[in-house]
Nanobody, 125 residues
């Protein structure tokens, strides 16, 4: 089992950047797909990005592609989400999630058994 703790959220102006971190504790971090989701109150949780254990294999939602970068440090058991050119539409609570490796990425939250408590991102003037 993995336990996940996110950090790095905050208030940022449109056009700005933030870097989120997700520290995992538990076995075989490098054998888990790590993902980020986000949620706005009253809406369903939305997939943002995911990465395989090897790092270079990544997948992004269309809404963040080209602006966000997901990466990981398997020595530090940490996954990151670098967010650039933020807009007000990026406001939400960001969650780190994990699942054991499978042959393809999945974007459904039900496929991820491990979750952090989230970190709040507010993009506003």
């Amino acid at each position: 089992q993995l336990q996940l703790v996110e950090s790095g959220g905050g208030l940022v102006q449109p056009g700005g950047s933030l870097k989120l971190s997700c520290v995992a504790s538990g076995p075989s971090f490098d054998r888990h797909i790590m993902a980020w989701f986000r949620q706005v109150p009253g809406q369903e949780r939305e997939f943002v990005a995911a990465t395989y254990g090897d790092g270079p294999s990544t997948y992004y939602s269309e809404s963040v592609k080209g602006r966000f970068t997901i990466y990981r440090d398997n020595i530090k058991n940490t996954a990151y989400l670098q967010m650039n050119r933020l807009s007000t539409d990026d406001t939400g609570r960001y969650y780190c999630a994990a699942q054991s490796h499978r042959p393809f990425f999945t974007t459904a939250e039900v496929d991820y058994p491990y979750w952090g408590r989230g970190t709040q991102v507010i993009v506003s003037l």
